[in-house]
């Protein structure tokens, strides 16, 4: 069974930062590009950013682009998602997603989200 747990989230001032952290398990990790993707309060999901299996390549949405890093750690089965420079409108659900720029569909491939609110 696949689980992915997201962690790190929380409540920080804008221009502030976050670490996100995926936990993964039931899969062999190392084998799969990874995703983060968001959801603002009252919209659809934002696909946010990728990385391939080996970590060589990262992609990135315009809108995170230059503030966002994703990394992983293939011996610890763990994603990343460096935030910087937040903003007001980074404040979503974010979650992790196995595959490189997956279908934008919750599933079991899915976790099950980590809040980030981003507010004076």
């Known amino acids: ?3 992915l747990v997201e962690s790190g989230g929380g409540l920080v001032q804008p ?23 968001r959801q603002a309060p009252g919209k659809g999901l934002e696909w946010v950013s990728s990385i391939s299996s080996g970590g060589s390549t ?5 809108s995170v682009k230059g503030r966002f890093t994703i ?5 610890k089965n763990t994603l990343y998602l460096q935030m910087n420079s ?7 659900v974010y979650y992790c997603a196995q595959g490189f720029r997956p279908p934008l569909r919750r599933d079991e491939y899915w976790g099950q989200g980590a809040q980030v609110t981003i507010r004076e």
């Open 86 to 92: 937040l903003k007001p409108e980074d404040t979503a």
């Open 1 to 3: 069974e696949v689980r």
């Open 71 to 75: 990394s992983r750690d293939n011996a």
């Open 15 to 37: 221009g502030g930062s976050l670490r996100l952290s995926c936990a993964s398990s039931g899969f062999t990790f190392k084998i799969y590009g990874m995703s983060w993707a």
């Open 58 to 62: 990262a992609a990135y949405a315009d």
